[in-house]
């Protein structure tokens, strides 16, 4: 109950905010809560499967490439830009997955991290769409035709209405039987195996549909921007991302959510008092790591195997 | 495509090799011995470019610099370790990418914030600034030579010191089982904070090599990173000989990849084709590469005994 006042909170004060924000203002909003969406997906395999994915930022950001090589090509509505998108998104991710889930622990996560670094490098050399430069979207999506995109309240709307879904259906498939099998993957994975069950197609769907939500939220933020790069994939932010999970608590569906917004309001804050606001965030993440006595008891049991 | 272009490129190929493996010999033995994922490794081998800037602008000597250069790294090294890594061993691996995140970030800045942003340069050595004739019509500078030489000889070294010295053999008993080799009555924290800042010490030592050749910036630390993870997740995460292996491996295959890709790919499709998809398809070698030797052996090439 309580956890349900907080969501409805939450998302009541994100649904104020164009009362009252000017324009910059919700473009940060807008920012954070399309970061969040991401996030969301991120806390969904990272929080319920215990699989660090450090290529996160390569699905979302072949989301926004989707919206922006379409537009290129003149495919300009969203109602088919933004499947496109997720399906792109959900297809790397199947295939990097069935690779990367044949490997546990640390080998998980830099083999992500390589995957990630791969999609990125391949972004960079698409001459043909901007390469290194990136590539600036003629105009936002349109949706069946209507211009609703450009208006940045209906944006906001647009995407605080993409992130109460994405956080929905992240809360119904962690409490369905396919979230159990994937959280007792994470806690005793030779229990389940002894109990018949092979966690790896489960685990690859849940890498999967996490794929696709990322590659919504970077369909989202290429139309925030209206520009795609080929930093949208850097390891940076693939690594922003398991801040962001990790600091909001992965173990809840709000927890991504909060840290996001969290992450990138403080980013901001910082980077309006210095330009150098690495200095103090670098630290802030050490500290946070060493504060808190070990995130692994967070995600509600050992990984071991 | 002559015999000539494709030596060189042979030459420049062993030589990122050799880079990848000095850098990823620390990140293997840090992980190996102390279960430790240190993200931070690509920023320690930027860090010992940077030092190299200062140490031959101060002492107006490449030589004299080197020393001071990895001096300097070394104790960074052990400075690190006892702030930040030390309370990370027997951490979650996701505390670990974390922690050594922000470190990254920490001191990405600090060399913006000291250096600036502009890329520099190290001064190339008098004595090796030249070039040799290998044969015909092929020319290699002496520096890029002798930065070959010079990592051979460090993995070399660094398997007489593992294989056949007294601290080498508390590495391997460390690595097989620490609480046992404390329990014998070694120093484990100490031994520990030795192999970190020896680890931090050979990745400076190949951005200071590099220095010459490369341009020094803050972002030189990345790419390197991401592809001694490829190098040690080829070769078998905490094994010195997979890691050799793997990184001469890699530092080939991305080089000649490079630059021949799109000429191969020209034979069996049109030009325009073939340069549009040669450089995404070159730039994905690697990773390719390993996506393959982990289908058939998922641990690496020379998986360590668990």
Redesign the interface.
Same mark, same amino acid.
């Given at each position: 109950m309580r956890r349900f006042l907080l969501a409805f909170v939450l998302f009541a004060a994100l649904a104020a905010v164009p009362a009252f924000a000017d324009t910059a203002m919700l473009t940060l909003v807008a920012r954070a809560m399309i970061f969040a969406l991401a996030a969301t997906s991120l806390g969904f395999i990272l929080g319920q499967g215990g699989l660090?994915s450090?290529g996160h930022a390569a699905t979302m950001g072949i989301g926004a490439y989707a919206v922006g090589i379409l537009m290129e090509e003149g495919g300009r509505d969203a109602l088919v830009s933004f499947p496109v998108s997720m399906a792109a998104a959900g297809l790397f991710a199947l295939v990097t997955g069935a690779?990367s889930l044949?490997?546990r622990?640390?080998?998980f996560?830099?083999?992500t991290?390589?995957?990630g670094?791969?999609a990125f490098?391949?972004t960079?050399?698409?001459? *043909?769409y901007g390469g290194d430069d990136g590539l600036t979207l003629a105009a936002r999506s349109t949706v069946a035709g209507a211009r609703w995109l450009k208006d940045p309240k209906t944006f906001h709307y647009v995407v605080l209405g993409l992130l109460a879904l994405t956080v929905l259906v992240s809360t119904m498939l962690a409490r369905s039987p396919f979230g159990r099998v994937l959280a007792a993957g994470r806690d005793n994975e030779r229990r389940l195996r002894a109990l018949g069950v092979d966690p790896y197609a489960y685990r690859l769907v849940a890498y999967v549909i996490a794929g696709a939500f990322a590659g919504l939220a970077g369909a989202l933020y290429a139309n925030l921007t209206e520009f795609v790069s080929p930093a949208y994939l850097s390891?940076h932010r693939s690594?922003e991302f398991?801040?962001m999970v990790?600091a909001g608590g992965p173990g809840s569906a709000l927890g991504p959510v909060l840290g996001a917004l969290g992450v990138v309001l403080l980013e901001d804050g910082l980077a309006h008092l210095t330009e150098?606001w690495?200095?103090i965030?670098?630290?802030?993440?050490?500290l946070?790591?060493?504060a808190r006595g070990?995130?692994?008891t967070l995600?509600g049991g050992r990984?071991d195997g | 495509m002559t015999l000539t272009l494709f030596l060189v490129q042979m030459l420049n190929g062993l030589q990122l090799g050799i880079l990848l493996f000095l850098v990823a010999a620390g990140l293997t033995l840090v992980?190996g011995v102390m279960d430790v994922?240190n993200?931070a490794h690509g920023v320690q081998y930027m860090l010992g470019a940077y030092l190299m800037v200062t140490a031959t602008a101060l002492t107006g000597s490449f030589w004299l610099g080197l020393p001071l250069a990895l001096a300097a790294a070394l104790v960074l090294g052990l400075l690190l370790e006892r702030l930040?890594i030390r309370?990370?061993y027997g951490?979650?691996?996701?505390?670990q990418?974390?922690?050594t995140?922000?470190?990254?970030?920490?001191?990405?800045?600090?060399v913006?914030?000291v250096w600036g942003s502009a890329p520099l340069a190290i001064p190339m050595p008098q004595a090796l600034s030249g070039s040799v004739r290998l044969m015909d019509g092929l020319n290699y500078p002496v520096y890029r030579l002798v930065l070959i030489g010079a990592g051979l000889g460090v993995a070399g070294l660094l398997y007489v010191l593992v294989t056949r010295t007294r601290a080498g053999m508390l590495l391997r008993a460390g690595a097989t089982n620490a609480p046992m080799v404390s329990a014998l009555g070694v120093d484990i924290n100490a031994l520990f904070a030795r192999i970190f800042a020896f680890g931090a010490m050979l990745a400076a030592f190949a951005g200071a090599m590099a220095g010459p050749i490369l341009s020094v910036e803050p972002g030189m630390g990345?790419n390197l990173l991401?592809l001694a993870?490829?190098v040690?997740?080829i070769g078998g995460?905490g094994s010195m000989r997979g890691a050799f292996v793997a990184a001469l491996l890699v530092g080939l295959i991305d080089t000649l990849g490079r630059s021949f890709l799109t000429d191969i790919l020209k034979l069996v499709m049109s030009a325009s084709a073939a340069s549009?998809a040669g450089?995404?398809l *070159?730039?994905?070698s690697v990773?390719v590469l390993?996506?393959a030797i982990?289908?058939f052996r998922?641990?690496g090439l020379f998986p360590a005994p668990a």
């Open positions: 660090v450090f690779i044949r490997t622990g640390v080998y996560i830099m083999i991290l390589a995957f670094q791969m490098f391949v960079q050399s698409l001459s *043909a390891w690594a398991i801040v990790v150098h690495r200095i965030f670098g630290p802030l993440l050490v946070l790591v060493l070990g995130i692994a995600l990984r | 992980f994922i993200l930040v309370q990370l951490r979650d691996h996701l505390d990418v974390l922690a995140f922000g470190i990254i970030l920490f001191v990405s800045e600090a913006r914030m990345d991401i993870f490829v040690i997740v995460i549009a450089p995404a *070159a730039s994905m990773y390993m996506a982990l289908f998922p641990r």
